[in-house]
């Protein structure tokens, strides 16, 4: 098998990858991917619940930040986000559905986020 330029830049960048992400411990690693995903970017979808029902919806959500203090850099006890508010809870962006900032108490769990299966 010829082995092209690219092929085996490809080759020596995995391997070093690899090796880098090896000597990480689980928590770099962790973050390692989350960087990647935030720059990459998902189709995020954060639902609420009022019980069993769907209550709200967004929609296009790329991800849920812990917000930080100001001045002691001390994780907050809420998530935030921006999303489409889903108005009609139908799963899709219609014509007059917005984007908006949105806030999560981490003392609630009756939410959840997924990556959108469409």
Do not use: H
Request: proline fraction near 3%.
């Amino acid at each position: 098998m010829m082995q092209t330029p690219i092929y085996r830049t490809l080759l020596i960048t995995t391997a070093a990858v690899s090796l880098l992400l090896g000597g990480c411990t689980q928590e770099q690693q962790n973050k390692i991917g989350r960087n990647i995903q935030n720059w990459t970017g998902t189709n995020g979808v954060v639902e609420f619940y009022a019980g069993d029902k769907v209550v709200r919806r967004f929609l296009e959500v790329d991800k849920l930040s812990t917000a930080m203090g100001t001045d002691d850099n001390q994780a907050r006890p809420y998530r935030f986000g921006y999303g489409v508010m889903d108005e009609n809870l139908n799963m899709k962006v219609d014509e007059g559905e917005k984007k908006v900032y949105f806030e999560v108490s981490d003392y609630s769990s009756n939410y959840l986020f997924f990556e959108n299966p469409r």
